[in-house]
């Protein structure tokens, strides 16, 4: 384990406080060329998963059907740190969650429609109602996780913390 994971790990509730707070993550699958293949989602946690919406096709999709091992990692970037006054004494203030798992696929649509209205109240709460057409052919897939880390840059005291623009 890395020397600053062992001193800024996030603790789990940490890590589910910063899940709900972002609003997009990136979702790396196994290309069919061996390459990873990171694709910038949108999510929302429940119940211990990440869900996941989007189109059925597409690389990310072929990659999911072909191997189902993913990472996902979601971060929030608080702002910048002077720790000194040359150009190498900024550092990034941060929390970040990286979780190793295995995407499984929604078929039921029930349960795809309490998704789908769950990502939509994180991203633009206060709209409700869904269009039944619409949820059979959205695919809903979530990560099973096999492993969850969260790490964060907090600035020390007396470092002056530059906000993110």
């Not at 999709?61 to 006054?85: L, S």
Request: hydrophobic residues 35%; proline residues 7%; contains cysteine.
């Amino acid at each position: 384990m890395q020397p600053n994971m062992m001193n800024n790990q996030l603790k789990p509730e940490e890590v589910s406080a910063l899940l709900d707070r972002c609003d997009v993550g990136a979702i790396s699958t196994i290309g069919e060329d061996g390459y990873p293949y990171s694709t910038p989602v949108n999510f929302v946690q429940i119940d211990g998963f990440v869900y996941i919406h989007g189109r059925r096709l597409g690389e990310k999709m072929d990659n999911i059907k072909r191997d189902p091992r993913v990472c996902f990692t979601a971060w929030e970037r608080i702002g910048y740190e002077h720790c000194g006054v040359a150009a190498c004494d900024t550092t990034t203030v941060y929390e970040s969650v990286i979780i190793k798992g295995d995407v499984e696929m929604i078929d039921d649509d029930e349960e795809k429609a309490k998704v789908l209205l769950a990502i939509v109240e994180k991203l633009v709460p206060g709209k409700t109602g869904m269009d039944s057409k619409k949820v059979p052919p959205t695919a809903i897939y979530r990560i099973v996780p096999k492993a969850v880390t969260g790490k964060f840059h907090r600035p020390m005291a007396g470092n002056q913390v530059c906000p993110r623009n």
